[in-house]
């Protein structure tokens, strides 16, 4: 069993991980599944957040459910693209984090997920905490220990 010295980095807020929300590529709620698709491969991300127009956080959209949308008996069809919203298939059932969580509910929330969006208490989208940044976090408090 791993023992740390202290367990107090566990309770830091996560707030200095978080990358902020002007980084982060992201579409906006009446986006076509067209432009989120040509967001998703120009950046190379694998899910990027779905915001409305005053930047609350409404879910996630990846390139599965783009191309899960499009999916025809006998071929892709790519010419729905246009037509689909994002907000018609993007992931809604996912946790958040907010900006006063600590890092401890960040390492229980980040192991299913590549990164967790950060919300304030407005439901405002206030960046993303990476499962790198955690554990490369979790990794610096390790390697202490070791000393």
Do not use: W
Request: net charge negative; glycine share 4%; hydrophobic share 45%.
């Amino acid at each position: 069993m791993i023992s740390l010295p202290s367990k107090d980095f566990l309770e830091t807020p996560i707030e200095e991980f978080v990358i902020s929300s002007e980084k982060v590529a992201h579409v906006q709620i009446g986006n076509s599944a067209e432009h989120a698709l040509l967001v998703l491969t120009k950046t190379g991300y694998s899910a990027i957040p779905v915001l409305d127009a005053k930047y609350r956080f409404h879910g996630l959209i990846n390139a599965q459910r783009i191309t899960d949308a499009i999916l025809g008996m006998d071929h892709i069809e790519y010419e729905k693209l246009g037509d689909i919203r994002v907000e018609e298939i993007m992931q809604t059932d996912l946790p958040l984090i907010h900006l006063n969580d600590r890092f401890q509910r960040a390492l229980d929330l980040v192991i299913d997920q590549n990164f967790l969006c950060v919300v304030d208490d407005d439901g405002m989208f206030m960046g993303i905490l990476t499962r790198r940044i955690v554990l490369k976090q979790l990794k610096k408090q390790l390697y202490q220990f070791k000393r």
